[in-house]
């Protein structure tokens, strides 16, 4: 039923928990100084249950927590426990400080992937990007989580003249770790600071890997958002995610629901169904679900390149 006019069916969801965090990345958090939670109504553990609870009805097999950072909420752990009752796979996306609080859940609630975002392992750029300095303790539960039956993803998105050698370090860590590494290029969102001649494409990257790396084309999976690689005889992947450079919204499967309760179609979506209030006034969100697909665009929320004019900040909509 989550078909859109384009024949693309949707099986995928990202709940946002929240748009606080505990990191001020300088890609993702609004220039001005930004406090999250602030002025809206976030949806409950119940709340989040029972709209996730719809999707899976209407097809939904796959659910990513995200935020915001997801394991700020004081709930993190009911929230998981009641998601596990659902027929899907679930995900997180973490910035990866609060992870050894929640391992024990992640593991009870058969957590099949964790993506973790690393964007350099040098400490003076990452105090440099995130604004805070633990890169110490994501590194060691990134370890940690390695020795759990799950899938571990590491996203760095691409800043020219920041974090381009960091690419070629974080390379040589799929040799021993079977770690799947997505380097993003940076997207332009509300007051993010985006700037096209900050985006570091994929092809310049590839072709620096080339110089130091023997390495194959995978086969990308249907739904796949990035082009995926490996070095000959390395445990690890690694793939590029080119939202900017060459859109691959063709084979879309996403929908995203904020940490307020709106559904979006697309990242860069131009308008958001409010399915919380309607949720709360005991209406019928099923029609909602249905008109907003159809509303979807073909292509980048219906722009044909993208610029820096969405209406939320990446941190507001739920990566
Ligand atoms: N706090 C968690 C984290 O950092 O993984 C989850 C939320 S974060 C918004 C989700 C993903 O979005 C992260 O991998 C982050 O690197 C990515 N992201 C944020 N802003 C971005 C931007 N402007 N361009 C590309 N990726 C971005
Ligand atoms: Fe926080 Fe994640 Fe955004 Fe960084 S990318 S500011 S960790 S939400």
Redesign the pocket.
Known sequence: MLSDNFGRFHTYLRISLTDA?N?R?N??MPLNSYKGNQGIDLMSSDEIYSLANTFVLLGVTKIRL?????LLRNDFADILRKLKSLPVTLAI???GLLLDKYFDVIRECKVKQV???L?TLDPDTFKEITRSGRLAKIISNINTLLSFDLQVKI???LLKNVNEHDVIDLIAWTKDKALDI?F??????KR?G?DKSKVLDYKTVLTNIHQHFDIVKLKDEPHSTSRNYQVKGYKGSFGF?T?VSEPFCDTCNRLRLTADGKMRNCLFAKSETDLLNPLRQGQDIVPLILQNIKAKAKALGGMTELNNQGDRS??QI??
Do not use: A, H, K
């Open positions: 965090c990191m990345c890609y993702c995200t935020g915001g950072e997801p996306s973490t910035n993506n973790v975002s964007d996203n760095l998105v997505r993003i290029e940076f997207m332009p969102f993010n985006w995610i939202t990446m941190i739920g990566g």
